[in-house]
T-cell receptor, first 112, second 114 residues
Framework: GQQLNQSPQSMFIQEGEDVSMNCTSS?????WLWYKQDPGEGPVLLIA???AGELTSNGRLTAQFGITRKDSFLNISASIPSDVGIYFC????????????WGAGTKLIIKP | NAGVTQTPKFQVLKTGQSMTLQCAQD?????MYWYRQDPGMGLRLIYY???????DKGEVPNGYNVSRLNKREFSLRLESAAPSQTSVYFC?????????????FGSGTQLSVL
């Protein structure tokens, strides 16, 4: 079935560093979504991508819809402490308007 | 400014006990969802309600029941809790159309079953 694989699983970052993470699947997705979850809260949608090759920014965050439609990338430039949290990719189940498949998440941790 | 409100925030149950998790949204959204989140895993859909009066199973429905009480409220019931149901539960809602992908989440219920 459809699955999403996120990497890395976790990252230690220093303030000011750029961050890259990705999400891959063996299946084609028509939509890629990136959510962020702060500790103790539910996820919040950051960026939605709808076309292969699409590049979309939200402040310091930039996400890309891979050309093969089997992957997506999220970059964070000049990270700040409030960027810590878990970043999830998600995409719609191919035969459902209501069900999303979620990756396991990339956890961002600030180096002390 | 409430959005999606879940209660309770924390709950400890003994195996075999029952409980209901409550969820309400004030955004006039048609669709509502219940997810569970386990360590190292993504969110998994338990049940969803596309609109008032309808409910459907998601990926992991066994051991749960739901009720869409009205457009605002969607509850999740555990009839006989099991340790495997220890998890963080999230309720979410979405507006119709492509916005079904834009989910608004509550802040979660941390449930432990001993």
């Amino acid at each position: 079935g459809q699955q999403l694989n996120q990497s890395p699983q976790s990252m230690f970052i220093q303030e000011g560093e750029d961050v890259s993470m990705n999400c891959t699947s063996s299946s084609i997705f028509n939509t890629w979504l990136w959510y962020k979850q702060d500790p103790g809260e539910g996820p919040v949608l950051l960026i939605a991508l709808y076309k292969a090759g699409e590049l979309t920014s939200n402040g310091r965050l930039t996400a890309q819809f891979g050309i093969t439609r089997k992957d997506s990338f999220l970059n964070i430039s000049a990270s700040i402490p409030s960027d810590v949290g878990i970043y999830f990719c998600a995409g719609p189940l191919w035969d459902s308007n209501y069900q999303l498949i979620w990756g396991a998440g990339t956890k961002l941790i600030i180096k002390p | 400014n409430a959005g999606v409100t879940q209660t309770p925030k924390f709950q400890v149950l003994k195996t075999g006990q029952s409980m209901t998790l409550q969820c309400a949204q004030d955004m006039n959204h048609n669709s509502m969802y219940w997810y569970r989140q386990d360590p190292g895993m993504g969110l998994r859909l338990i049940y969803y309600s596309a609109s008032e009066g309808t409910t459907d199973k998601g990926e992991v429905p066994n051991g749960y029941n739901v009720s869409r009480l009205n457009k605002r409220e969607f509850s999740l019931r555990l009839e006989s809790a099991a340790p495997s149901q220890t998890s963080v539960y999230f309720c979410a809602s979405s507006a119709p159309g492509r916005s079904n992908e834009k989910l608004f989440f509550g802040s979660g219920t941390q449930l432990s079953v001993l």
